[in-house]
């Protein structure tokens, strides 16, 4: 099995994908540098959460899909951009799904629409009180020589193109997907 390194910007980036952050986790970002208020406005932005029972910090998350999906790590193949995308899916939800497609929202869903910036850039957002809940989760690393992988996202629910960074035209799926702010 390979090694997994974790960066403390990436593991403040897939904080949005945590309801709560551990103390290891908090004492391993304070000491990188980020603040509290930080670390907790990430936990608050709307998207897709491991639910607690699955994980309580990114290490944990990968720690247990190395235990219970062993055979996905042992022969890693990454891509030609050098990362590797893994899919894995649970029979019980691991968390729930941040995204919401334009063609399922009720009236009053459709009402609550409105722009966020998420990292520096404009995207749409929906209230509900619907949870979504998911038993998928992906996990995506990236080579890092002989040293083993590093981790760039980890997330629960299906796979959707990443966000836009500032500067950069949104995937079209976008134009008709929705991150979701539980109510």
């Keep these: 099995m390979e090694r997994i390194s974790y960066s403390p910007e990436t593991l403040?980036?897939?904080?949005?994908?945590?309801e709560t952050a551990d103390e290891a986790l908090r004492d391993s970002l304070r000491r990188a540098g980020f603040t509290d208020e930080?670390?907790?406005?990430?936990?608050?932005?709307?998207?897709s959460k491991f639910?607690?029972?699955?994980?309580l910090s990114p290490q944990e998350a990968v720690a247990r899909l190395q235990r219970d999906f062993p055979e996905s790590f042992t022969a890693l193949h990454p891509?030609?951009?050098?990362?590797?995308?893994?899919s894995f899916r649970y029979d019980e939800p691991v968390g729930t799904s941040g995204l919401a497609a334009d063609a399922e929202l009720t009236p009053a869903e459709r009402?609550?629409?409105?722009?966020?910036?998420?990292?520096?850039?404009?995207?749409?957002?929906?209230?509900?009180s619907r949870t979504i809940?998911?038993?998928?989760?992906?996990?995506?690393?990236?080579?890092?020589?002989?040293?083993?992988?590093?981790?760039?996202?980890?997330?629960?629910?299906?796979l959707a193109p990443p966000l836009?960074?500032?500067?950069?035209?949104?995937?079209?799926?976008?134009?008709?997907?929705?991150?979701?702010?539980?109510?």
């Design 133 to 158: 809940s998911t038993g998928a989760c992906q996990l995506i690393l990236e080579r890092t020589g002989e040293a083993g992988y590093a981790l760039r996202t980890l997330f629960p629910g299906e």
């Design 38 to 47: 930080a670390i907790d406005g990430q936990l608050r932005m709307p998207g």
């Design 164 to 183: 836009p960074l500032p500067g950069e035209a949104p995937d079209p799926f976008w134009a008709t997907h929705l991150l979701i702010e539980f109510n």
């Design 51 to 55: 639910l607690r029972t699955f994980a």
């Design 111 to 128: 009402a609550t629409v409105r722009n966020i910036l998420r990292n520096g850039c404009p995207v749409r957002t929906v209230r509900t």
């Design 79 to 86: 891509g030609a951009d050098g990362r590797v995308r893994l």
């Design 12 to 18: 403040f980036h897939v904080l949005t994908h945590f």
